[in-house]
């Protein structure tokens, strides 16, 4: 048994590669998308580290050529998520007992294989299945995973080195214990990042993990499995089990061993899973762990001190990069009339710029959104726009799902602020800006702070230091992560814990210390070097 006192390599965040002509990068990821392009696999599921074949097969087709299958996977039903049970409970046996510095190990691995030989792979899978772009896939399938892999470990490290005070005769300490049972992981299709930390944060805890990936994001899930797999991770540790919602989702909430659910998705499913969990309380073992991040119906508020150039560039990027698919997207924009004028022309100007099109062409910024269901949604989104007189189309607006799932970048011009495209999720590439006067900031405060449900991200623009202290206080419970002249997306592991509170979720913080509490259960321990050997205390005595 080893006995040193061993150190997590100091976490550092991966480097983003540019893809740019000429790079070897760019050739290697090109060779990849052209080889994965080429053939299509059969996906199972992975339970206790064997592969499962259900029959039940569903299909995984490119966004943005649809008439092309990648995949066909396996599903799972109740009987599945069973066996998933009781091999992450026969897993947990040694799993949790094994030492801290070894399950990081496995972590810190697939961390370097991922920055190595497997990068091109889940960057082609992540472009291939999800539609993302180069950079896009970079920042999230590469960069972002190897960072939770990474800098997960060093928070471990630092949780542990927290130990309580112990005065003379006692020593105090604590434990950090695997949570008693499984922890449930559904993943979301938008970030292959979000897919792989849900499930391997509660593993490097100790616990043992039920998988289901979205089954939009099947094919680099599966990539994201073979890569722990390659790097060691155990056999039941994290069991694969892709399928449909309720068919994986009933069985593994109803299990009396459920301990723990990380969740990130729409914010109704995660209500109705919290509230399936509420119900089932009598039958738990325990009180379940439940750490979710949900919708986003994210703001940029431009000040009139702004710099015109640097809030259009926020709000293009902001918007429209993988195609407002990310819960931190830009949705609403709150401008005021003094430079409304300008900030349309070079908004809209940048817009006209916009390709669209196929990802394994590298000078397109859009690829397709993700499938049938949210092209029809955002469709009828900017329908409602069309058809009314509170609200104008100023770009974009075209959706066009002959070959691929395309909605044009689409930027919207209304005079109610509480317009519904102003209040509800898209999850698309559309921007809605009210124009506000400019001695009626106050109230324009008041609507961005009041207007939605959500409180995820946010982004002010304003050079004013006075006016940026005044918006920072004033809009403190609006967003979970606050950007001061900045788009309000992209926040990094290690430098900006990512979640938000309201509708938007628990606020747990992927990527910091604080989510990694959420996975522990935490044992103190006192012990007395010369116990009392009398019960009676000196107060009782008469002189």
Not at 520 to 534: G, L
Request: glycine content about 8%.
């Amino acid at each position: 048994m080893s006995n040193g006192a061993f150190r997590i390599p100091d976490p550092r965040n991966e480097p983003v590669l540019s893809y740019a002509p000429g790079t070897p990068e760019r050739a290697a990821l090109k060779a990849r998308l052209a080889e994965l392009s080429s053939r299509e696999i059969e996906i199972p599921l992975v339970i206790g580290g064997r592969e499962v074949r259900t029959g039940r097969i569903a299909e995984v087709r490119v966004p943005h050529r649809h008439g092309q299958r990648l995949a066909r996977f396996h599903q799972a039903g109740p009987a599945e998520v069973q066996a998933a049970i009781e091999a992450a409970l026969e897993a947990r046996k040694t799993w949790s007992a094994m030492p801290p510095h070894d399950r990081a190990a496995v972590l810190l691995k697939a961390a370097d294989l991922l920055a190595g030989p497997w990068r091109q792979t889940l960057n082609a899978a992540t472009m291939l299945g999800q539609s993302k772009t180069p950079y896009q896939a970079e920042i999230d399938s590469a960069c972002e995973i190897i960072d939770f892999w990474r800098w997960n470990p060093h928070f471990m490290e630092r949780m542990h080195h927290d130990q309580p005070v112990s005065p003379p005769g006692q020593w105090n300490r604590t434990e950090y214990r695997a949570l008693e049972g499984f922890v449930f992981a559904v993943t979301p299709f938008n970030f292959t990042s979000i897919a792989a930390n849900l499930p391997t944060a509660p593993a490097l805890m100790g616990n043992t993990v039920v998988w289901k990936p979205a089954s939009s994001a099947i094919y680099s899930a599966w990539h994201v499995m073979k890569v722990l797999e390659a790097a060691g991770l155990p056999p039941g540790v994290i069991n694969f089990v892709p399928g449909p919602g309720r068919a994986v989702g009933d069985p593994a909430l109803g299990s009396a061993d459920l301990a723990g659910l990380h969740f990130t998705g729409s914010t109704g499913v995660f209500q109705q899973m919290w509230r399936t969990i509420g119900e089932n309380l009598p039958r738990y073992h325990g009180y379940p762990r439940i750490v979710g991040e949900t919708g986003g119906k994210d703001f940029v508020f431009v000040h009139p001190s702004a710099d015109v150039d640097a809030s259009a560039t926020a709000l293009v990027r902001g918007a429209f990069e993988y195609q407002g698919q990310k819960c931190s997207a830009a949705s609403r924009a709150y401008v005021p009339e003094s430079l409304w004028p300008q900030l349309r022309e070079r908004l809209l100007g940048m817009v006209a710029e916009i390709k669209m099109g196929e990802v394994e062409d590298f000078t397109t910024f859009m690829g397709a959104v993700i499938d049938r269901g949210a092209f029809d949604s955002i469709r009828k989104h900017i329908g409602v726009a069309r058809a009314s007189s509170q609200a104008k189309i100023l770009a974009g607006g075209g959706c066009d799902d002959s070959k691929g799932f395309f909605v044009e970048p689409t930027v919207i011009e209304t005079v109610n602020p509480h317009f519904k495209l102003m209040e509800e999720e898209i999850f698309g590439p559309v921007l809605t800006v009210y124009v506000y006067a400019d001695i009626r900031l106050d109230e324009a405060l008041e609507l961005c702070s009041t207007t939605s449900p959500y409180g995820l991200t946010g982004a002010i623009f304003a050079r004013d230091r006075d006016a940026v202290a005044d918006l920072t206080r004033r809009l403190a419970d609006t967003a979970g992560n606050f950007y001061v002249n900045d788009k309000p997306t992209g926040a990094v592991v290690g430098q900006q814990p990512f979640g938000g509170a309201r509708a938007s979720g628990t606020n747990d913080k992927a990527g910091s210390i604080a989510n990694l509490y959420r996975w522990v259960s935490i044992r103190s321990i006192k012990e007395t070097f010369d116990p009392a050997v009398r019960f009676e205390y000196p107060y009782m005595r008469e002189r």
